[in-house]
């Protein structure tokens, strides 16, 4: 069975899956378990400064939203960092780690954007023997409005401060953990790097009202009849996550930044997205809040077939495989045409395909009396929104035109390997091919 | 064809070879990837699952559904076939409706449960059809033990001793491995010659012999297997039959050796069936021996039973496949004859009550025409070995499968405590391979005789 050990940044742990500083790591009762069920590292529930701790509400903290059969799509939450005091955090992580030394356990630190209180805090930490911390950059309410999380998170430049501080009072890794509420991930990145981290992870969870109580016109999770925005996180928000990672991948200026990719990971294979597109881990929170610690066992057992079934013998042999795939519009191949192709014998007749391409697309799919339906090739124009609402799996699928033959809609020949760069529509087209 | 349905007497080819081949498909047909997919959708991943603390076997079944809905139908496979090996079989004939399926909470949801059976059997053929088996064993210790009975007990125990590196020889008295899954399963559960295809592959661990054709009591003793080996575990199931016990029971067919002869027929266009046909009992075997009788061709198909319809062991399932197929359910009647001169006319029936639990008679009789009568009213231990203590007619073993006799480990239907049937069976062979194991590696103090590499999945 392939080799699901995992070194980032010098840490290892039995795979790649770490549970993210949320309320999953927020003690050692729970910790304990994570690892008794297979989690290969977590990050400790973000630590605050010394003194009284924070205070969270009291009524609801979390809203979400769900898919069909009530399955949890997002989740959103209002909830601050640890509200336990420092001191008994730190015994736990002390105890812990001594005794799970082949587990990962990542600190999660928030304190004020002052060099003393750094000072302060992270010999504290290093004391536990903890394996190394993440600034949490990204918490996006609560904190924020402190001057902390998101707060700083969102200036570069005091990223790359914090982050030098780090490394002058710490001696171990240093990851800087990166809010998605900013316009363009790889500034904060660079900043992360410029100051010296030794990792970046992303995303923390993204600015959200998840929804509003029509009764009572609260947004929810309601408080005594008000509601403030929250942080948005699970299945829903890993498309934006993947691109945020694979955008830090691609970036010469990060230099390579390892990455801990988090964000909606929910089964072995979303995790497996976040790694080919540059992440060496990942991190979990919504999913384990979920399901529960148990659904890391089907994330081990599904890595580890896919990369057996791959021939990867460890997970560094697959990591950032996919971002050399990653590339921008202008570089697509215009020439690349293909046509929806419906199975007959796989069709269920639903014609949902019919509905969504006749009213919305290009009517490219014909209908008889007695339900058949077909695509139309001179009409089709491969946008792939049939197969998208298909409801079963492979019945529509996209089937590429040879080069030489010609495209029923366009009545032009498949040409060779050509992007907008060149092309005669392009107004910058003889520059850009120069 | 010359005969049909109301073709007089016994008699064989009753209906086309088409219909009759159309008849004994599978039951529970498999689910191709997209139905896996949709049924897979619908489990909720609960914790401290219910259905989980249904199964005998203690499957992780949420764990393995979730692994379906991945797209890793192996990774599945190998949850289930952790706590049992034998979960090919299971997924074909266990009674999910009075197990894991009607522990799921989608039953109090929306009485619909998610399709645990059919989604075990998706994942199991995935990965047997891959051939190559998945545990391997660890290194050889040196010990030898004995199965007798290659039924689902012992080939669990067998399996389960042989990956902890020991040396196992089964013996059974029938010519085939299987047990009942090979000589008493409806057919319409088990298609294709799916139990022997399923030991072929569980002997892929190796380490195991097999002796058919050898019988405790006759060619082999208690002593003799005592003296050889280092422990002995029997699986020998339930091979005697209740007798009716009225006038004319000569008369009778055993129920068991009727779906023996079926399951073994080459060719089921030349088995005979009675046109009227009579079972008594109430249990699975007696729906079996009735429905497969009407999908043989018969016409008339009576299932009579002594007591009240929710005394019966057959589940609601069971009897509404029953009725579904045509065979008439009479409840509340016992056979008190026999009846004919040159063969068997008549049976004569009488209606009873119960009245403090006690089962009585009415006087009221009446007779049915039946040209073949199954009697299906339990099997019984028969040919345990001399010495062993017998507790309600099954031998007595401990929760961990220990006989009375020290080196005797016994399970499945023969031994004492858990229900009849092939997951328990499975179980208990499970659970007594790992005291087996427990005993021959260590001495009377306690103390670890031997260090062990551990055997276990072949990947890791
Ligand atoms: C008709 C019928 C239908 C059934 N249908 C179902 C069903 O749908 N689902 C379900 O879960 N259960 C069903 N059962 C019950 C199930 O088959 C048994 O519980 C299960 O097979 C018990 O397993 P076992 O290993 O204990 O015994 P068996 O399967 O009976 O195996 C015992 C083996 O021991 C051998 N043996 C016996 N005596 C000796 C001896 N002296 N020396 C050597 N070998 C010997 C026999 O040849 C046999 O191979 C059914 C039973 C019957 C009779
Ligand atoms: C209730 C809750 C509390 C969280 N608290 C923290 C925190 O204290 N520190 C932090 O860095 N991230 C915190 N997060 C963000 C998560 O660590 C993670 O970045 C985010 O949920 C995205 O991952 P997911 O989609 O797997 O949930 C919290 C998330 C949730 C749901
Ligand atoms: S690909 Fe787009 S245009 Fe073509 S048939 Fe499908 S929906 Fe219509």
Known sequence: MADLTTNFIGITSPNPFWLASAPPTDKEYNVRRAFEAGWGGVVWKTLGEPGPPVVNVNGPRYGAIWGADRRLLGLNNIELITDRDLQTNLEEITRVKADYPDRAIIVSIMVPCEEESWKTILPLVEATGADGIELNFGCPHGMSERGMGAAVGQVPEYIQMVTEWCKKYYSKPVIVKLTPNITDIRYPARAAHAGGADAVSLINTVSSIISVDLDTLSPEPSIDGKGSHGGYCGPAVKPIALNMVSQIARDADCGGTPISGIGGVTTWRDAAEFMVLGAGNVQVCTAAMTYGFKVVQEMISGLSQWMDEKGYASTADFVGSAVPNVTEWQFLNLNYVTKAQIDQEACIKCGRCYAACEDTSHQAISMSADRVFEVIDEECVACNLCVNVCPVEDCITMVELDQGATDPRTGRKVGEYANWTTHPNNPGALKAAE | ?460
């Not at chain 2, 999908?295 to 009576?302: D, Q």
């Not at chain 2, 062993?388 to 499945?412: F, H, N």
């Open chain 2, 1 to 460: 064809m010359s005969n049909s349905p109301t073709t007089p007497g016994l008699a064989a080819g009753r209906l086309a070879p088409a219909v009759l081949a159309e008849n004994f498909t599978d039951l529970h047909p498999a689910l191709d990837r997209h139905e896996a997919q949709v049924a897979a959708d619908r489990c909720y991943f609960c914790h401290d699952a219910p259905c989980m603390t249904a199964c005998p076997t203690s499957i992780d079944i949420p764990l393995f559904i979730r692994q379906i809905a991945t797209g890793t139908a192996e990774a599945a496979a190998r949850t289930i076939f952790d706590q049992n090996i034998l979960g090919g079989i299971c997924a074909r004939v266990c009674p999910t409706e009075t197990l894991c399926e009607e522990a799921c909470v989608r039953m109090e949801a929306e009485g619909a449960p998610v399709e645990i059976g059919r989604l075990q059997r998706h994942a199991t053929d995935r990965l047997m059809a891959r051939n190559d088996h998945p545990y391997q064993r660890a290194a050889e210790t040196g010990k030898r033990v004995a199965v007798v009975g290659a039924g689902p007990a012992g080939l669990a125990c067998a399996h389960r001793l042989a990956m902890k590196g020991h040396q196992v020889v089964i013996y059974d008295s029938h010519p085939k491995p299987g047990g009942l899954n090979e000589y008493g399963i409806a057919a319409y559960k088990s298609t294709e010659d799916f139990a022997q295809a399923e030991v072929n592959w569980l002997l892929g661990i190796g380490g195991i012999t097999v002796e058919t054709g050898r019988a405790l009591g006759s060619d082999l003793t208690l002593a003799g297997l005592q003296q050889e080996y280092d422990a002995l575990f029997l699986a020998i199931g339930l091979a005697g039959v209740n007798a009716l016990s009225v006038p004319g029971d000569d008369l009778a067919t055993d129920a068991v050796s009727f779906i023996s002869d079926l399951r073994q027929a080459s060719d089921l266009d030349n088995l005979p069936v009675g046109r009227h046909v009579v079972v008594i009992g109430g249990g699975m075997t007696a729906v079996d021996a009735a429905v497969q009788s009407r999908l043989l061709g018969a016409e008339n198909v009576t299932l009579a039973y002594r007591r009240g319809p929710e005394q019966m062991a057959a589940s609601q399932f069971e009897r509404d496949l029953a009725a579904s197929n045509g065979v008439r359910i009479l409840t509340n009647v016992r056979p008190v004859a026999l009846h004919g001169d040159a063969g068997l006319r008549e049976v004569e029936l009488e209606h009873t009550s119960t009245a403090d639990g006690t089962l009585r008679g009415t006087g009221e009789t009446f007779r049915l025409p039946v040209d073949q009568l199954f009697s299906a009213i339990g099997q019984t231990l028969q040919g345990a070995p001399e010495g062993l203590e017998i507790d309600g007619g099954k031998i007595r073993v401990d929760a961990t499968g220990r006989s009375t006799l020290p080196g005797i480990w016994a399970g499945g239907d023969c031994a004492s405590g858990g229900e009849d049937l092939t997951v328990t069976a499975v179980a208990e062979g499970r659970d007594a391979a790992e005291d087996i194991h427990r005993a021959l590696i260590h001495d009377s103090e306690g103390n670890l005789l031997l260090l062990q590499t551990t055997g276990g999945r072949s990947d890791g």
